[in-house]
């Protein structure tokens, strides 16, 4: 596994709420979604940091996820986190009651 980026500045793109994405925004979303699909578990992901919905041919779970949810703490060494949904056999978008079968909210700071 790559070390996270030394670089910590912005990018030039926005992601779906509008909000300028950090570096660590960028790699930690490319990461989460590429290691969710290639684990043969996971059919979709859906990031607020795509406009897309990414798609396996393989998985029975569908993931929505928050790659670096605070990522405006990074400066200042705050706390950050991932937040994560994972739902069975539910294919992305969906409207109405979703089933959730996990949830993850792990917090980290980089230092």
Known sequence: MREIPRTLGMTEGVNIYGEQQTELD???NGLLTKRLLR???VRQVASEEMETVMNSDHG???VALDPLDGSSNIRTNNLM???IGIY???PLPANGPRPLV???LPLWTLR
Do not use: N
Request: net charge negative; aromatic share 12%; proline share 0%.
């Open 26 to 28: 960028v790699w930690s």
């Open 88 to 90: 069975h056999d539910k």
């Open 81 to 83: 986190g991932t937040i």
């Open 60 to 62: 029975e779970y569908t």
């Open 39 to 41: 684990s043969g578990l």
């Open 102 to 104: 996990g949830a993850l």
